[in-house]
């Protein structure tokens, strides 16, 4: 079985995998969760990813349910069931239901739910890669910090549903989303930089941003590898003057961005030399890691 | 069988009722909603709430699946086997799921899921009702139109969730929410009004808002009776200075606020005479409504 779902432990065919219709998580998006990546079998930077869910989930005051190496157990458990390499892996935890009853307030659920996603990785066609995205800049504006912080990972997706919806609409691949200040943030599933100069830019951790696992990663290689790197805001604009302008996701890795509302960076129309390095750096670091952790599984 | 939960049109006891962990509204909120209550057997202002509904279903681009007269059927359909007077319902419909695969483009699903609830009222102390709630403001801002429009009723509520347990952790009976400018918007699940010198004061539709029903009949009802109504903005500051404040929704109907962050409105300590008259009015048109249309349905 090369995808499952596990609902609270006990383990599904995808399509018999369900929830509660009282469950928070569908009522009102309340839940917290993580996406990563197998390569081979390694759950490539796990550590990170269940470090952030904890904090999402303490950010709500949301009850995980399991100590950090529980989870890690967890899933694993659930991923040798799957028994598959290069794996994409969603785990969902929700703050449970308040026993049949609706009831908006948190306090009436004790007891979260629980849910591992185990799929094919999506396919990205390798042109894009080749050529770069072409992107929109959305006019949804990025959910506010302080009102629906963006570094909480949660089930509250619908702003950036509706800014990746536009972007369709507009046969871009995908869209980028300012603030009320109307400075770029991250797009809909992935942080965003800029190369000037040679500067990778990106904004900073305080913006309205989630900061992400590979965007951490991404920094600690630009300073082993001395490639300049910045955080500050800036415009769409001045992205648009930029040299350079790529992505990162853990799904997605570093891919290169082509245009933005149809204005090409960089003069390019394929990804720049400061992009192509990141995207190899950040390569060999994953295969660094996973030869390390496949070769400590063993022992 | 008194509560019970439709599930794409199948009946279920609530414990039994399902959805598939693929659904939009488990996985991303990727919902909209509607709650009503009935008084007997008729559904209050129920064509308020289904033209709502899909006004906020417009908004997200989310195909209903239902004519409104189709709709309308069917929540009687389902009512009708709960065979109960005076209940809660409500009525979520999400944006379907994508075929056992998690994607986030709104274009990978067509088809909706619509899950019907039917359970008993919430009961409200009648010394909330005698002496008014005890509210605070939230330290977390109301959410911005411009980024998730509170006026569409959706699966996203976990900036209401934490503004409502940050009111639960004061030992508040509720929270109001400002937006970023500083002006009051309204409660977690309510409307919110001030009244000064006899005026009804209340934020703007146009304010981060949803736009409430009860609000809406309270509007013309205050027209019919010569009470004065100002729709304008206002800071938590000039709500403590007010003679009267008060919430409407379907559910709690007109419930008087006694104080907000510890100040006592109006020095009453218990709802004021235009809140009473607001109640009476509110409550004698339901009674109306209600005859007439019980009326229209025997015939």
């Known amino acids: 079985m090369s995808e499952l779902v596990s609902v609270n432990g006990a383990i599904f065919n995808p399509q018999e995998a369900k929830i509660s219709v009282y469950d928070r998580g569908f009522l009102y998006g309340d839940g917290v969760y993580e996406v990563t990546r197998s390569y081979g079998r390694v759950l490539f930077a796990l550590e990170d990813h269940i470090d952030r869910l904890f904090r999402s989930a303490e950010r709500v005051n949301l009850n995980v349910g399991f100590s950090k190496d529980q989870l890690v157990k967890e899933l694993y458990r659930v991923y040798d069931a799957a028994n598959q390499d290069d794996i994409y892996m969603r785990v969902v935890i929700t703050r449970g239901d308040s026993g049949g009853k609706i009831n908006l307030d948190?306090?009436?659920?004790?007891?979260?739910?629980?849910?591992?996603?185990?799929?094919?990785?999506?396919?990205?066609?390798?042109?894009?890669?080749?050529?770069?995205?072409?992107?929109?800049?959305?006019?949804?504006?990025?959910?506010?910090?302080?009102?629906?912080?963006?570094?909480?990972?949660?089930?509250?997706?619908?702003?950036?549903?509706?800014?990746?919806?536009?972007?369709?609409?507009?046969?871009?691949?995908?869209?980028?989303?300012?603030?009320?200040?109307?400075?770029?943030?991250?797009?809909?599933?992935?942080?965003?930089?800029?190369?000037?100069?040679?500067?990778?830019?990106?904004?900073?951790?305080?913006?309205?941003?989630?900061?992400?696992?590979?965007?951490?990663?991404?920094?600690?290689?630009?300073?082993?590898?001395?490639?300049?790197?910045?955080?500050?805001?800036?415009?769409?604009?001045?992205?648009?003057?930029?040299?350079?302008?790529?992505?990162?996701?853990?799904?997605?890795?570093?891919m290169g961005i082509r245009s933005v509302d149809g204005v090409l960076i960089g003069g390019h129309g394929k990804p720049g030399p400061v992009t192509l390095k990141m995207a190899e750096i950040y390569k060999a670091h994953v295969k660094a890691y996973c030869q390390k952790h496949s070769e400590q599984k063993k022992q």
């Open 106 to 254: 948190p306090n009436s659920s004790q007891t979260p739910n629980i849910v591992i996603f185990i799929q094919e990785l999506p396919f990205f066609s390798p042109q894009v890669y080749r050529e770069g995205q072409d992107l929109i800049t959305s006019t949804y504006l990025r959910n506010s910090k302080k009102a629906l912080d963006p570094n909480v990972k949660s089930g509250n997706y619908l702003n950036n549903i509706m800014a990746l919806g536009e972007a369709k609409r507009l046969k871009a691949f995908d869209a980028i989303m300012v603030n009320k200040d109307g400075f770029v943030t991250e797009g809909t599933t992935w942080n965003l930089f800029m190369v000037k100069n040679e500067v990778c830019i990106t904004a900073p951790d305080g913006a309205d941003i989630l900061q992400g696992i590979t965007r951490k990663h991404l920094r600690d290689l630009a300073k082993t590898n001395n490639i300049k790197w910045e955080e500050r805001f800036f415009t769409p604009d001045e992205l648009k003057k930029a040299d350079e302008a790529f992505s990162s996701s853990s799904i997605k890795e570093v």
